[in-house]
């Protein structure tokens, strides 16, 4: 019983160390300004296409990075993570859950919600 305490008390300890580094991890990403999608589907053709990497969208400002929920004017629900906007076709580029890449006009978007921001624990 003291053996399987001790061994359970290693593991939390393993386990706040593994967070705190991938805190700092993050936390240093951001201040060099790199947005980390870890998404085999995005290709760099899809990066290079996104104009901007910060915009608004009806008054919500929004990121690269952020994970939001879209209706669109179909009711279709969509979740995903931007990539960015494309400024000349007015849409936007996002990856869902299910590693599909979709360019969404924003003319089709009828609600918008944030479900995170990305790096929130240092904004």
């Known amino acids: 019983m003291k053996i399987l305490m001790q061994i359970l008390i290693m593991l939390f ?3 706040v160390f593994g967070y705190i580094f991938v805190i700092l991890k993050e936390k240093h990403l951001l201040r060099n300004n790199i947005i ?7 290709t760099q053709d899809d990066l290079d296409a996104t104009d901007l990497k910060e915009f608004s969208i009806d008054g919500t400002r929004l990121k690269s990075g952020d994970e939001i929920k879209v209706i669109t004017k179909n009711n ?3 979740i995903g993570i931007i990539i960015g906007a494309i400024k000349k076709e007015n849409s936007i ?3 869902t859950h299910s590693n599909k890449v ?5 003319d089709s978007i009828l ?6 921001k990305y790096g929130r624990f240092f904004t």
């Open 76 to 78: 279709n629900n969509i």
């Open 36 to 42: 980390l999608i870890d998404n085999k589907n995005v």
């Open 111 to 116: 609600h918008l919600k944030i479900i995170s």
């Open 13 to 15: 300890i393993i386990n």
């Open 93 to 95: 580029l996002l990856v």
């Open 102 to 106: 979709l360019r969404l006009k924003v």
